[in-house]
């Protein structure tokens, strides 16, 4: 059966056209500290609109969708 995922919305300040993965997971709180998120991106374990990301430092958007283990993070943006 499959695994449910825990959904995360993450909305980007006003003054934001991206936040960096690593430090994306961390304010979220999916890892538990810089050099964790670092790890788990390296090693293949994010997906970025469902396609491996191993780029610690790839600029994410408001639109796309990352995945880590059961979560899912929703990245908005200020309309």
């Given amino acids: 059966m499959a695994q449910k995922l ?6 980007l300040r ?3 056209t991206f936040i960096l993965l690593i430090a994306l ?5 999916v890892v538990d500290t810089g ?3 670092q790890e788990v991106v390296t090693a ?3 997906l ?6 191993t780029r610690k430092r790839a600029k994410i958007t408001a639109g796309e ?15």
């Fill in 6 to 11: 825990n959904r995360i919305r993450f909305a």
């Fill in 14 to 16: 006003d003054d934001e």
């Fill in 25 to 29: 997971l961390k304010a979220t709180n």
């Fill in 35 to 37: 050099s964790e998120a």
């Fill in 44 to 46: 293949g374990m994010v």
């Fill in 48 to 53: 970025r609109n469902g396609e491996v990301e």
């Fill in 65 to 79: 969708v990352i995945v880590f283990e059961n979560y899912e993070i929703l990245v908005e943006g200020w309309d």
